[in-house]
């Protein structure tokens, strides 16, 4: 092998190092990360330790150093344990990383915290969320929607929640301090402290009242 020949190899196979050492990781790319991971696409490692999937610790370790809490909101209540089963990567450009994805016929809203009720359960998601974005513009107060209402001859047994003859009597804003719908604990405690009554609720459930064989609550009922 003549010597220009030995030069040109070791040129090719430096120029090649060089590639791999710069592209290499991203050779192995599926497809381009979203906007929210452009600025490491390059670092694979970041989020694929051994390049062996992605585990649940790398997007942790992320969420800490920006002060999120995976334990809040539909994180705490999804029924899943990976974050790749929702959050889905290597897409394109501006594919959603996040809440986009949401299947409003297979969507459990209970995995939010707020479960909806028999009247709100066959609503379309835009009623409440007008944009599109399923986690952003909720509408949390019942007067966001219901601008006339009124409790005019309201049965209270209608909501599931019975209420015995003490309670019967009260004001709406009596608890529901914070617009309609919007209702306090239903234990005595929550506005008689330290009166001395005991763990007896003011909502007795569907179809139960005083007479359900159940006290009243107004009672001194003692622990």
């Not at 029924?79 to 450009?93: D, F, G, I, K, Y």
């Not at 297979?106 to 995995?111: C, I, Q, S, T």
């Not at 004001?171 to 301090?177: A, D, F, S, T, Y």
């Amino acid at each position: 092998m003549t010597g220009l020949k030995k030069i040109t190899l070791w040129m090719l196979a430096a120029a090649l190092i060089l590639v791999v050492a710069v592209f290499g990781e991203t050779w192995f790319m599926p497809g381009p990360v979203s906007r929210s991971h452009a600025d490491i696409e390059s670092r694979c490692r970041l989020c694929h330790p051994g390049f062996a999937g992605t585990p649940n610790g790398s997007c942790l370790a992320c969420k800490d150093r920006m002060g999120l809490d995976p334990g809040r909101g539909i994180h705490r209540y999804a029924p899943v344990r990976r974050c790749t089963a929702c959050h889905v990567e290597h897409r394109t450009r501006d594919y959603p990383l996040a809440s986009d994805w949401i299947d409003p016929d297979r969507f459990d809203h209970g995995w939010t915290g707020f479960r909806l009720g028999r009247y709100h359960d066959g609503l379309a998601c835009e009623k409440c969320h007008p944009t599109g974005r399923p986690r952003r513009a909720a509408r949390p107060a019942c007067d966001d929607c219901h601008h006339n209402f009124s409790p005019g001859p309201w049965d209270h047994d209608k909501t599931g929640c019975r209420l015995d003859t003490l309670h019967a009597g009260l004001e709406c804003r009596g608890c529901h301090v914070k617009g309609w719908g919007q209702g306090r604990e239903p234990a005595c405690e929550a506005c008689h402290p330290g009166q001395g009554y005991g763990p007896r609720r003011v909502c007795l459930g569907p179809g139960r009242g005083a007479s359900g064989g159940r006290p009243e609550l107004g009672k001194r009922l003692r622990n």
